[in-house]
């Protein structure tokens, strides 16, 4: 029981800190030019291309039709959500963008009553409750403030697209999950992401080879960080998936917000460093609740 728990700990450390780091490199290949959908379709490539090399060593004889339709959910719904993630990026500050994704948990918990009958606790809901509160100090930093004219900025809509979006995927993926396996999981991710990013990208007719040419040297340190977070944070989360409800889980990655905060800051320049922390300790103080009841 102890080993198993020091396991889970790791992976949602793991996933804490390794996810933020993903959005500073997805943000930094962006400022350099790079589209988006580019961005979006070469991370889940390469992941996908990596998943190929393990394929044989995994059981498939039981694998369902649910399997493959659940998946084929997942990895549209994931390809959309990381596009959108990642426009939002573009344009907006991380340690506002962050936060913002407080409500995922929100989205996924109510989500999670229908297709899982994950039912939340009252302490599970009033750390939930915590988690939007603690955003309030966040986003009141903007230019707008805490008001609907802040909902009508591209980021914005860009991150909640992004977080719905990636809270329905959530539930989706832990179907995937239930039908098979955490890993089997993982793999369907990356190659379901990868066509839903290619046609999104050959949709949008953007040409492969002028983006390929906009790699420079510089550039592929970046993108080889952002493929090895993006890996550790999406298997992390299947693997924290299997041994603990969606809402609650994804409200324990709020715990990244201050990563967020700091890295925003500490990269970026990003400003009113000191309410977002506030914001985010409140956010914390709602995670705690979650994780001791």
Not at 10 to 36: D, E, H, W, Y
Not at 38 to 56: E, H, P, Q, R
Not at 129 to 157: D, H, M, P
């Amino acid at each position: 029981m102890t080993s198993a728990i020091l396991i889970l700990t790791l992976a949602i450390l793991l996933r804490i800190f390794a996810n933020p780091f993903a959005n500073v490199f997805q943000k930094k290949l962006t400022i350099q030019g790079l589209s988006p959908l580019f961005v979006n379709f070469l991370t889940y490539f390469i992941l996908g291309a990596i998943c190929l090399v393990f394929t044989l060593q995994l059981d498939w004889s039981n694998i369902t039709a649910d399997y493959w339709v659940y998946s084929i959910i997942m990895g549209l719904l994931g390809a959309l959500g990381n596009l959108f993630l990642v426009k939002a990026l573009q344009a907006g500050d991380l340690s506002v963008l962050g936060p913002i994704n407080a409500y995922k948990a929100v989205i996924s918990m109510i989500i999670g009553i229908f297709l899982l009958q994950e039912i939340p606790g009252i302490w599970g809901l009033i750390g939930v409750a915590l988690i939007i509160a603690g955003s309030y100090f966040v986003l009141n930093t903007t230019e707008e403030g805490f008001t609907w004219q802040l909902f009508k900025r591209k980021e914005i809509q860009f991150r909640i697209w992004a977080m719905i979006l990636t809270a329905t995927e959530a539930i989706i993926g832990k179907k995937v999950i239930l039908v098979s396996s955490y890993i089997h999981s993982f793999f369907s991710w990356c190659w379901f992401g990868t066509l839903f990013s290619l046609l999104l990208f050959l949709w949008n007719r953007e040409s492969l080879s002028d983006s390929m040419r906009k790699i420079e040297p510089k550039l592929i340190g970046i993108f080889s960080g952002l493929i090895l977070c993006i890996g550790i944070t999406q298997f992390s989360t299947t693997f924290i998936f299997k041994q603990m409800p969606v809402g609650y889980a994804l409200s324990l990655f709020q715990l990244s917000v201050l990563v967020n905060i700091f890295l925003g800051y500490r990269i970026f320049q990003e400003q009113d460093i000191y309410k977002k922390l506030i914001g985010g300790v409140i956010m914390i103080m709602g995670s705690v609740l979650i994780i001791l009841f």
